[in-house]
């Protein structure tokens, strides 16, 4: 996979840069005007600019090298595996595993194996705790619909209650390696697979999983 120049995911230069020129500010603002209340805007803009830096951060991922395993789609715990019914693509009974994304979690997605998006849908929604159940259906939400041979799967990226923006760079068409950036959700969500009946799901609830890293689950 093509290395970066930086440790941190594209589509958040916005949000450093505005971080960064509030500590420059606040800084200045300190040295021009030094007393208790100016260094203290100083600190809390620092603090601030630390929490985007490590929210943002996008470290290199090896997925394993067996090729029948699929990857997680994204950095959190697994909070859900439930069996469900998915018509439009998987085209009849399936797991769907969720990982729910705190705030310190990487939040850039991945790819869970190598496939040709078919399809893509966004649909707006609730902001509701990523954590529940109903989310996948009510929450804004982004599906992209992947398949390889004859294995389909869904990855859905789920907004929460403080996430309100889903960043998604797959496009429809597009083959994606296995492990790939796929996209970002900011500031807190839940990524949902949902994986064909003749795969074995390798996690269980309460697992910490690593995007792009750990498998979970593995094709019959």
């Known amino acids: ?27 200045l603002l300190a040295w021009g005007f030094p007393n208790g209340w100016t260094n203290l805007i100083a600190v809390i803009m620092l603090i601030l600019l630390a929490i985007f830096l490590l929210f943002f951060r996008d470290p290199e991922r090896t997925p394993p090298d067996d090729s029948t395993l699929l990857v997680s789609p994204a950095d959190g715990r697994v909070v859900m595996i439930k069996d469900v019914v998915e018509d439009k693509h998987i085209g009849g009974e399936a797991t769907r595993v969720s990982i729910f994304l705190s705030l310190f979690d990487v939040h850039v997605n ?35 619909a992947l398949q390889v041979g004859s294995t389909k799967i869904i990855v859905r990226q789920i907004a929460g209650l403080v996430a309100r ?11 994606l390696e296995r492990g790939e950036r796929l996209g970002l959700i900011k500031f807190g969500s839940r990524v949902d697979v949902f994986l064909p009946r003749r795969t074995t799901v390798l996690v269980k609830v309460g697992d910490t999983v690593r995007g792009g890293e750990t498998a979970i689950a593995k094709i019959s």
């Open 110 to 144: 991945r790819s869970p194996l190598k496939a040709q998006v078919c399809w893509m849908e966004h649909r707006a929604g609730e902001f509701k705790n990523a954590a529940f159940a109903d989310a996948s259906e009510v929450n804004e939400r982004n599906t992209i």
């Open 165 to 175: 923006r889903i960043v998604c760079w797959a496009k429809p068409s597009q083959t």
């Open 1 to 27: 996979m093509k290395q970066r120049v930086l440790p941190f995911a594209r589509g958040c230069e916005r949000e450093l840069l505005a971080a960064a020129a509030a500590f420059i500010l606040s800084v």
